[in-house]
């Protein structure tokens, strides 16, 4: 009998600019986190409908690629899992409302902030 693979949280990263989905990833990856990567929230909306049961911790730029953005992305996470540990990060001011439960970030972030959230993510 081969033996079970230990349970790894999976974290959904969706980011237009590609170093700084990269700098996440691998920092989550760091962390034991499994990651999926989208720079659409068109992707990770797809990554949504079919594992938004699995996922601890989604992070969101709110200017994407594509028409949807990372709030209205926030919107479905927590439509489709209402205990996701959702962050929304700009370098702007939201002029959207965010989900219950959501949180903003302001850019620029640390990054340990984005492992003390992975951390949190886990114990949710």
């Known amino acids: 009998m081969g033996q079970a693979t230990p349970f790894r949280a999976t974290a959904l990263i969706v980011e ?5 989905r990269e700098m996440l990833c691998v920092l989550l990856e760091e962390s034991g986190y499994q990651v999926i990567q989208c720079e659409s929230a068109e992707a990770a909306e797809r ?3 079919n594992n938004a049961g699995a996922l601890c911790l989604m992070l969101t730029d709110v200017q994407l690629a ?15 899992n209402p205990k ?3 962050v ?3 370098g702007r001011p939201l002029k959207q409302p965010l989900p ?7 850019k620029p972030w640390a990054p340990l902030d984005v492992l003390r959230e992975a951390e ?4 949710s």
């Open 16 to 20: 237009d600019d590609a170093m700084q």
């Open 47 to 49: 990554v949504l409908d």
């Open 66 to 80: 594509g028409r949807m953005n990372g709030v209205e992305l926030a919107h479905v996470a927590k439509d489709r």
């Open 84 to 86: 996701l540990d959702v």
């Open 88 to 90: 929304v990060t700009s």
């Open 100 to 106: 219950d439960g959501a949180k903003f970030w302001a």
């Open 120 to 123: 949190i993510a886990q114990l």
